[in-house]
């Protein structure tokens, strides 16, 4: 069980961690201590719909299709070493920082009908949760483990964003953070992509 939860986890921890327009509203949300539980909760459950329909839909299809397996590794293999490029140039470019000034306090509703948006209108959360994750976790005997695992990654994170975002804000203020932040994804990103290569 724990050789699929793991690597299911850690997968999902470094694809969610990367800096973008989600992981920013929720740091707004958890600095300014508004609507904190019912967002993190929202993208928790939201990641934990779509990574099981990935996990179920390419699980399914790899039993029935032979060539499907080795296609999907390959082609995970490739994301995920295109996804750690492109972190490793952010990285090494910098210029990234988290503003979090200029926005009044919202409602409830407001302020989770815009978080449904950033998450469900946003092409990058099916190719992480249906694409990415649903097809490494055909690698896996025990994909439900490794789904387990990726759900419970989105949730640990998302809570540990929202709540302990104000104790970041002074080192998030800083373009450094960012660039050492993008340099471990894409490490990250490089040793499963090798591991899928490899096993």
């Known amino acids: 069980m724990l050789s699929s939860f793991i690597p299911g986890f850690l997968l999902s921890l470094s694809l ?3 800096i973008g327009a989600q992981n920013a509203f929720i740091l707004r949300q958890g600095l300014r201590r508004e609507h904190v539980f019912w967002v993190c909760l929202t993208c928790g459950v939201s990641d934990a719909l ?11 299809l790899a ?5 499907f397996e080795p296609v ?20 090494w470019r ?7 000034e200029g926005r009044a306090p919202a409602t409830l509703k407001r302020t989770l009908l815009t978080l449904l948006a950033l998450t469900w209108l946003n092409p990058h959360v099916y190719l992480d949760t249906l694409v990415l994750l649903g097809s490494i976790s055909a690698q896996y005997d025990d994909r439900f483990s490794f ?23 002074p080192i998030f203020a800083r373009p450094i953070s960012w660039r050492i932040l993008d340099g471990l994804i894409a490490l990250t990103m490089w040793i499963i992509a090798a591991s899928l290569l490899f096993h």
Do not use: D, K
């Not at 779509?50 to 399914?60: D, K």
């Not at 039993?63 to 060539?67: A, D, K, S």
């Not at 995970?76 to 972190?87: D, E, K, Q, S």
């Not at 910098?94 to 979090?100: K, M, S």
């Open 16 to 18: 969610i961690v990367a």
């Open 50 to 60: 779509l990574i099981s329909a990935g996990v179920a839909g390419f699980g399914a």
């Open 63 to 67: 039993e029935t299709v032979p060539w």
């Open 72 to 91: 999907m590794r390959y082609g995970g293999a490739a994301f995920l070493i295109a996804y750690g490029w492109r972190n490793a140039i952010s990285a």
């Open 94 to 100: 910098g210029g990234e920082a988290l503003n979090t």
């Open 147 to 169: 789904g387990s695992g990726a759900a419970l990654a989105s949730l640990v994170f998302f809570f540990s964003l929202g709540y302990g975002a104000r104790l970041l804000e």
